[in-house]
């Protein structure tokens, strides 16, 4: 099974600028997650979508950050514009959706973000 | 949503002794308890998960034990070893009736083996 992918792995760029990631998710898995892991912190949910549709994006702060699903497969995640707090890991991850409650995430391998 | 607080953030053991780290979540409804290894650079993978409607689940050197009514649970390596060295993250989801499928992260446990 291909696992979680994600581009780019690094992303260096000045405050103010903008910056794009994108994830593919697993084959089969309807959620799909972006969570924002800053340096010693655990990950902290910013989306989740189920299918091509927004579940929960409470702590996405939407004057900066947008994130889609189009088709319910890939999704992006847009910071426009950065700032320096932003500096962080976004990880992707994907879910199945089992109508059975929480099941296990899997990971993609991150975007590491440096904002200068 | 979900508050998880997660003990010790850092844990030093000799290699071959055992260690646990517990955490604690706040909505009695959770359901769903899994723990992740990070090793540095990488990403979370899954160790082991347990749901609520057992007490205890083992695999090999690893278990974790739930205590519904504490609402806390915790993550046992026994006869640790150097690639046990990781940081290591619990969660757990809100409640049923509620978006049951977002997991909340503890602020992670840095366990290091002494050899």
């Known amino acids: 099974e291909a696992g979680v992918a994600q581009s780019p792995r690094y992303k260096i760029i000045e405050k103010r600028q903008s910056v794009a990631f994108w994830c593919n998710p697993i084959?089969?898995?309807?959620?799909l997650y972006w969570y924002q892991q800053i340096l010693g912190q655990g990950p902290k949910l910013l989306i989740q979508?189920?299918?091509?549709?927004?579940?929960?994006d409470s702590q996405l702060p939407k004057d900066r950050f947008s994130a889609e699903r189009l088709k319910g497969v890939d999704s992006t995640l847009k910071i426009q514009p950065a700032k320096l707090e932003d500096s962080a890991v976004y990880l992707c991850?994907?879910?199945?959706?089992?109508?059975?409650?929480?099941?296990?995430?899997?990971f993609g391998n991150g975007t590491r973000l440096t904002v200068t | 949503g979900e508050n998880v607080e997660q003990h010790p953030s850092t844990l030093s053991v000799q290699e071959g002794d055992s260690a646990v780290i517990k955490c604690t979540y706040s909505?009695?409804?959770?359901?769903?308890f899994p723990w992740y290894k990070q090793e540095l650079g990488k990403r979370p993978q899954l160790i082991i998960d347990i749901r609520s409607n057992v007490g205890e689940k083992k695999d090999q050197r690893i278990a974790v034990t739930l205590n519904k009514t504490a609402k806390h649970f915790s993550l046992h390596i026994t006869e640790t070893q150097p690639e046990d060295s990781a940081v290591y993250f619990c969660?757990?989801?809100?409640?049923?009736?509620?978006?049951?499928?977002?997991?909340?992260f503890g602020a992670g446990t840095t366990v290091t083996v002494r050899a």
């Open positions: 979508f189920q299918n091509n549709g927004v579940v929960d």
């Open positions: 084959s089969g898995h309807a959620t």
């Open positions: 969660a757990a989801p809100p409640g049923q009736g509620s978006n049951d499928y977002k997991l909340s």
């Open positions: 909505d009695s409804a959770s359901n769903y």
């Open positions: 991850a994907s879910s199945l959706l089992t109508g059975q409650g929480a099941s296990p995430l899997h």
